[in-house]
Every structure is written in C-alpha cells, then in structure tokens.
C-alpha cells in the first residue's frame, strides 16, 4: 500500500513561487507514475502534471506550462513540484496521485490513479 503526502503550501502574493513536495511511503517507487492534481473550490479536479515511472517523461497542462516545473527523485521517495509566477487563479488545494505501472507515460486523468495524498493549501492572494 503506497501513502502520499503533500507539503509546501501556503500563501503567497502573485508572482510569487512555492515548492510542493510529494512524499511516498512503500516499495518501488520507481515503478510509480506520479500526477499533481488541483482542486478549487466549486470547481472540478483539474490535472496539471505528471511524471511517468519508466523515463520521467513529464506532461503539464496548458494553465500551467512554461511556470511549473515537476520533477522526481527516485531515491527519497520524491516528487516535487515547483510553481513560479503564480496567478490568483492558481489558488486551490494541490493533490499527488500515484499509479504503479512501469511505461513511458503518464495521463492527466483522475481515474487512472489508485492512490492520493490528503493535499495541501495553495493560497494567491495580494
């Protein structure tokens, strides 16, 4: 059984940046691919990253690309996330999810993942 948990939100003014970690507890980490989901209030789960297991291939959402970066470290058990010129609209509890399958891809689809972190609070505001 793999656990997830979040860390490193907070609330920043806009322009500013966080670092959002994602900590696995199990085995084989390396045979997970990882998705950095969002959620606002009122609105629908939003992915807006992930990383495959095989070769850390990276997809990001057009809402985010260009200002986020993802990125994992394998041997802490690691996915980081981090967000610069944040925006208002990027205000929102910031969930990682996990799915054991070893490939090249990942998707950015709430139902393709097994396993979630509790999240944590990402506040923009001036």
């Known amino acids: 059984q793999l656990q997830l948990v979040e860390s490193g939100g907070g609330s920043v003014q806009p322009g500013g940046s966080l670092r959002l970690s994602c900590e696995a507890s199990?085995?084989?980490?390396?045979?997970?691919?990882i998705g950095w989901f969002r959620q606002a209030p009122g609105k629908k789960r939003e992915g807006i990253s992930c990383?495959?297991?095989?070769?850390?291939?990276?997809l990001y959402a057009d809402s985010v690309k260009g200002r986020f970066t993802l990125s994992r470290d394998n041997a802490k058990n690691m996915v980081y996330l981090q967000m610069n010129n944040l925006k208002r609209e990027d205000t929102a509890i910031y969930l990682c999810a996990a799915r054991i399958v070893h490939q090249t891809e990942c998707v950015m689809t709430t139902g393709w993942y097994d396993y979630w972190g509790e999240g944590t609070q990402v506040t923009v505001s001036s």
């Open positions: 199990g085995f084989a980490f390396d045979y997970y691919a």
């Open positions: 990383i495959s297991s095989q070769d850390g291939s990276i």
